[in-house]
């Protein structure tokens, strides 16, 4: 493709767009989940969990066969489903016994949930930098954002690519810390071979709508400590009922919630299972098929796969260079719109800039947790996530549309398209600035 020629008008110009269409939506339910979903109907129960202890306490027949196909599926001996990947979180946070106080280094880049589960139980979050290759935890910025107060690391493998979780899990264990993994984006990302979610003490994963397995919402928690899974399932169902009967001696956080799966989300999540390497796959061949593409494009980087990682593209990140590119990311995205090509700008803003860290206030009303602490959330603290949201990262989410290969040809050709007349653009910038 280096040699086309593009000689159409951009679309922002008054040219024909080279996608017209808005691209078909990714529907991955279907008959099957229906007929899954019947069946937990017919049984008449969609929830068999009881708040007290004895059989139903782990809940029905669809959650407990649910729990024990992902265990099979992720090679981990134990699994704990939960309603949301945020009560899975919060359930972890508690399960370790963090305690007001105690801080947790979290990364800025990514969904709020995962910095805001310590402060449910009085832990501070730390921020530490991300990685500008994967957007991922830098390990040298957590490692040196440990202290004696560290109690756990909350690492994100995000857009589905995995962090650097040995290096991280080895770093953990040296220092008497939890590793904890969000892998809501990550599910059949693996690092030498094995599966994201699963380096770390507590590993979570998320079944969202728009995730790569979905039930419309809900959380699996995954870890190799019967100790932990069995905290964690007190706290998913009213704890204080059951410590006596289950044999928990240490009481710390053990005040249920009640975070339970139901028997139709299990239903489905079970069907959800059997295709997953099929849905993975095809979105990993779509976001390869635009790095591909469109890798040769000076002023733009196509997403990086460490040597050893699969990659499963829940978002297919493209940095930008501006300098290189010769027209800012702004103008290039206006243009890339235009052309039908759907994607959004810089993820999310760094989360210590929402109104909870710029304000230390988050639980009652006199800033508790953040009493605990003298620190302060500053702008500037994590720079590389900061350049990543302002002015380089482009995004496009394979998990929204269902694209077939002459689509996929045509997200290509609208990129190259706006990047072979990007002075024009630029031009048309200085001119409006003038």
Not at 41 to 68: H, I, M, N, T, Y
Not at 73 to 80: D, G, K, L, Q, S
Not at 138 to 153: C, G, M, N, R
Not at 247 to 273: F, K, P, W
């Amino acid at each position: 493709m280096t040699n086309i020629q593009f000689n159409e008008k951009l679309a922002l110009a008054g040219g024909e767009p080279v996608i017209a269409e808005p691209l078909p939506a990714d529907l991955t339910i279907g008959k099957a989940e229906a007929d899954a979903a019947m069946r937990a109907f017919d049984r008449g129960s969609l929830s068999a969990f009881f708040g007290s202890w004895g059989p139903e306490f782990l809940g029905g027949d669809e959650v407990k066969a649910f729990e024990q196909e992902w265990a099979v599926r992720f090679n981990v001996p134990h699994v704990v489903s939960v309603n949301s990947a945020t009560s899975g979180l919060i359930a972890a946070m508690g399960a370790i016994g963090l305690s007001p106080g105690d801080e947790v280094i979290v990364p800025p880049y990514t969904m709020s949930a995962t910095a805001m589960a310590p402060l449910f139980y009085g832990g501070i979050p730390v921020f530490a930098d991300i990685e500008p290759e994967t957007f991922c935890l830098d390990p040298e910025s957590v490692a040196a954002a440990i202290t004696d107060k560290t109690k756990a690391i909350i690492v994100v493998n995000l857009f589905g690519h995995a962090a650097q979780l040995s290096e991280l899990a080895a770093l953990a264990k040296a220092r008497g810390i939890f590793l904890i993994e969000d892998n809501a984006q990550g599910p059949l990302a693996t690092e030498n071979g094995q599966y994201a979610g699963t380096f770390g003490d507590i590993g979570i994963f998320s079944l969202n709508y728009h995730k790569h397995i979905h039930t419309g919402e809900g959380g699996m928690c995954v870890t190799h400590d019967g100790t932990l899974a069995l905290r964690m399932q007190a706290i998913r169902n009213h704890a204080e009922n059951i410590v006596d009967p289950a044999g928990i001696t240490d009481l710390t956080n053990m005040i249920g919630q009640n975070y339970r799966m139901t028997e139709l989300s299990a239903a489905v999540g079970r069907c959800q299972l059997d295709k997953v390497e099929n849905e993975v796959g095809r979105r990993q061949r779509l976001a390869e098929h635009l790095s591909d593409g469109l890798r040769d494009l000076e002023g733009l980087t196509v997403p990086m796969v460490r040597e050893g990682c699969r990659h499963v593209y829940y978002v297919w990140a493209m940095r930008v260079d501006e300098e290189v590119l010769g027209v800012s990311r702004a103008d290039f995205s206006a243009a890339l719109t235009a052309e039908g090509f759907p994607h959004s700008t810089g993820y999310l803003r760094p989360l210590y800039m929402l109104p909870a860290f710029q304000q230390r206030k988050a639980i009652g009303r006199d800033g508790w947790p953040f009493t605990l602490t003298d620190r302060h959330y500053h702008e500037g603290l994590c720079p590389v996530a900061e350049q990543m949201y302002r002015h380089e990262l482009i995004l496009f989410e394979p998990c929204a549309y269902r694209v077939d290969d002459a689509l996929a040809d045509k997200l290509v050709m609208a990129v190259r398209k706006v990047h072979a007349r990007r002075h024009e653009i630029a031009a048309a910038a200085a001119s409006r600035a003038g």
